[in-house]
């Protein structure tokens, strides 16, 4: 597998993660990166995943500062 490759299937499985959290807050995944870059919040998507599947709690906070 080449590194490119790798690239492109870690940011799909990124953006999965964020969509499923985000599709649960009645939110969809691109308003939710729209909303982010709205509000100067500079989180990428690898740190953005982390929060959705370990520290949920944190990522709800994120999400109310989107909405």
């Not at 790798?6 to 499985?13: E, H, Q």
């Not at 959290?21 to 995943?49: H, P, T, W």
């Not at 520290?55 to 909405?67: E, G, H, R, S």
């Amino acid at each position: 597998m080449g590194r490119k490759k790798r690239k492109r299937d870690f940011r799909r499985l990124w953006q999965v993660k964020i969509g499923a959290a985000v599709k649960a807050e009645g939110l969809s995944y691109s308003r939710f990166m729209g909303g982010l870059k709205k509000q100067n919040i500079a989180l990428d998507r690898k740190i953005l995943a982390d929060l959705a599947e370990h520290q949920p709690d944190i990522f709800k906070k994120v999400l109310a500062k989107v909405k």
